[in-house]
Nanobody, 124 residues
Framework: QVQLVESGGGLVQAGGSLRLSCAASGRTFSIDAMGWFRQAPGKEREFVGSLWWSSGIRYYADSVKGRFTISRDNAKNTVYMQMNSLKPEDTAVYYC?????????????????WGQGTQVTVSS
C-alpha cells in the first residue's frame, strides 16, 4: 500500500501560480511512476503530467506543457507540481496517483493508489 496526501491547492487569479505537493508514504519502494490528474466540474478526470520514479523522465498534457513543471524530492518521497500562468480552465480538483507496474503512464487505469484531491480554483 502507498498512501498519498496532496496539499497546496487554493484560489488564485488568472496568471498566478500555485505549487501542489504530493507526499507518499508506505511501500514507496514499489512506486514505478507518479502522476497528476484533474477533474473539472461536469468533466471526466484527465491526465495532467507524470514522471517515472527511477529515471525522473516527465510527461505533460499539451494543455499544460510549458506552464506546469513536475519535480520530486526523493528524500521526502514527495512530488511537486509547479503551476504557472494559471488559466480559469485549469480550475479542477487535482489528484496525484502512484503506480506499481505502469504500462501507460498517461492512463488513469495504470495507477493503483490515489490521493484525496486538492481544489484549485482560478478566477478570471
Amino acid at each position: 500500500q502507498v498512501q498519498l496526501v496532496e496539499s497546496g491547492g487554493g484560489l488564485v487569479q488568472a496568471g498566478g501560480s500555485l505549487r501542489l505537493s504530493c507526499a507518499a508514504s508506505g511501500r514507496t519502494f514499489s512506486i514505478d511512476a507518479m502522476g497528476w490528474f484533474r477533474q473539472a466540474p461536469g468533466k471526466e478526470r484527465e491526465f495532467v503530467g507524470s514522471l517515472w520514479w527511477s529515471s525522473g523522465i516527465r510527461y505533460y498534457a499539451d494543455s499544460v506543457k510549458g506552464r506546469f513543471t513536475i519535480s520530486r524530492d526523493n528524500a521526502k518521497n514527495t512530488v511537486y507540481m509547479q503551476m504557472n500562468s494559471l488559466k480559469p480552465e485549469d480550475t479542477a480538483v487535482y489528484y496525484c496517483a502512484s503506480g506499481i507496474s505502469v504500462r501507460n503512464i498517461r492512463a488513469q487505469g495504470s495507477y493503483d493508489f490515489w490521493g484525496q484531491g486538492t481544489q484549485v480554483t482560478v478566477s478570471s
